[in-house]
């Protein structure tokens, strides 16, 4: 399934050396210093072949034709932008593949200063940041959480279908040519379908097997390295961006700054995540979901079909892991071991806030969202995923049970 899987994605997913290119272009600016004027960028081919070197104009905008096909460096040279102007964290350094008669977005995030000026704004920035990144991983932990208290899987393999989201929203927007609202959708309907293939195909079987929850862990982890070398190969090792919603600048707020793909994605996330906590106490299937994940047998003994229910669960979970790998490739790019980097933070937030319940899945991914932003005032950006991992560790020293889980008895 897998490798069928992974050889219809090679077909859509860019190649390194298939696609032609015309043009990789961008804007500079920051919020306070406006559009930078002046500043060099080199274009350089995969194998480092110079292509061009340009600067920037009086609206920070610069273009580069392109000879061929294939994959392209672009960097910026930190040193020609002006005074107190800094290049973020995401480094100097772009590869974007660019398909046939394209004009590639190049985004490149730098700071002025504005947000550091005190400790209060900073920690303002790092807050709204914290929600947004929140929002994503409750986004994509709920399908985990629901998966866990149906079946009681712990899924590891979740991860590979929150990249699988990013990369098929990316080869249908940037080599269909698709527009990336649509290109989503295309993405969460492979998600949620992919999801109900690994149920129908892979657990379901095991369930009536009899197979055992340590048996069906060691299972999930090695699903998850299939799947996460099998996009590896098709789809490579480098960052790739959409071509929609890339050069945006910053809008100002007051206390904090924040690109309209940032807030949409917020606004996104939000409304998904009502959507489904309305489905699970209004409807019949997500009361039924409520009933399997309190007492499977009971459940089935009150006439709810309990294989059926499970596919659901399995199908909206792929979905919303799918969405939730569109909006993270929106901010950070497509990388194909981002939802495996993503895992561990899903894995602190179902835990944090109560194994199996959808509602802690979501209050526990927003303080791990929020936590993981605040400490880097203290830590370095590079090791932030850490302070998420140190929080799940006390708060189950304190609370074994998460925030909205309750107290089992054992033995």
Known sequence: MLAALAMALATLVPGVAQAAGEQVRGTLTTGATGPIEGATITVETADGAEVDEVETDENGQFAVDLPGPGDYVVTLDAESLPDGVEVGPAGDTRTVTVTTGRRAPVNFALSDGESGGTGRILAVQLLVDGVRF??????????????????????????????????????????GGVPLILAGLVAVVAGAAVGALNELGLWRPLRRRGTGLVAALVVSIGLSLAGRYLIQTFYGGRSRAYIDYQSQRARDYGLFTLTDRDLYSIVISILVLVGVAVMLQRTRIGKAMRAVADNRDLAASSGINVDRVILVVWSMGGALAALGGVLLGLSDQVQWDMGFRLLLLMFAGV????????????????????FVQLSTLVIPDDVKYVGGLLLLIVILVIRPQGILGSRARIG
């Open 351 to 370: 835990t944090l806030g109560g194994l199996g319940t959808a509602y802690g899945a979501l209050v526990g991914s927003l303080i791990v969202g929020v």
């Open 134 to 175: 929140g929002l994503l991983i409750a986004m994509c932990a709920v399908g985990l959480s629901l998966i866990f208290g149906t079946t009681g899987l712990t899924n590891f393999a979740h991860g590979e279908l929150v990249t699988l989201g990013a990369v098929v929203a990316l080869a249908v927007n940037v080599s």
